[in-house]
């Protein structure tokens, strides 16, 4: 079973900052939390990966507590086209456990 | 840089039968992993194999098995096919067995659809 809670669904305006919380309170030491995203009918994309220390690239930012035990992925200015499901994952192996995601609608 | 390839696209079976789907990792990868993805759910881990060896597995039954050849490329075949095996197949390839911090490149997937 997932590790993770999301909301189910979210909203964002164009070009502001989509902020994408997950619980994740039964993280072990040794787990990563990934963040993956997949628009219709497309296999899933990676977005960023994180332990303890805050990422960030050039799709999005990734804050993880101090606990660890839950995470926000920031997209710092959304488009139409980052309208996908996105999956909150947390794994210390090659087997990752996807939930059912947030599914992101930016909204013109 | 070709990423992860999957064949065939579309597939359409009826129950009872039997079905390869193909994948060939990106270039530099060594493991592959096979994920069904049902509608409107997310992705389930099927298993992974390296080496040429299945080294995990998800909860599916012996129905699906899958081989890696030397060239790191793989195959699912599920066997004796049922309804519920109509998804999204996706295969996803990475370097190495090391602890997750390496991340998996996803295939476009294969849809097979059980008549």
């Known amino acids: 079973d997932a590790k993770t809670t999301q909301p189910t669904s979210m ?56 606990d660890r ?11 139409l086209r980052d309208t996908a499901v996105y999956y909150c994952i947390v794994r210390a192996n090659n087997d990752m456990r996807f939930g059912a995601g947030t599914r992101l609608t930016v909204k013109p | 840089d070709a990423g992860v390839t999957q064949s065939p696209t579309h597939l359409i079976k009826t129950r009872g039968q039997q079905v390869t789907l193909r994948c060939s990792p990106k270039s530099g990868h060594d493991t592959v ?15 992974q194999y390296y080496e040429e060896e299945e080294r995990q597995r998800g909860n599916f039954p012996d129905r699906f098995s899958g081989h890696q050849f030397p060239n ?42 059980v008549l």
């Open chain 1, 11 to 66: 909203d964002c305006a164009e070009g502001r900052a989509a902020n994408l919380p997950c619980n994740h309170s039964t993280i072990s030491g040794n787990e990563y939390v990934y963040w993956y995203r997949q628009i219709h009918s497309q296999g899933p994309q990676y977005i960023i990966h994180g332990l303890k220390n805050n990422e960030t690239n050039e799709m999005a930012s990734l804050i993880i507590t101090e």
């Open chain 1, 69 to 79: 035990k839950s995470s926000t992925l920031i997209l710092p200015h959304a488009t």
């Open chain 2, 33 to 47: 992993s096979w994920y069904q993805q049902a509608l409107g759910q997310g992705p389930q881990f099927i298993f």
């Open chain 2, 72 to 113: 790191y490329s793989s195959e699912l075949n599920v066997n004796a096919l049922l309804l519920g095996d109509s998804a999204l197949y996706l295969c996803a390839s990475s370097w190495g067995l090391v602890a997750g911090y390496n991340e998996q490149f996803f295939g476009p997937g294969t849809r097979l659809t």
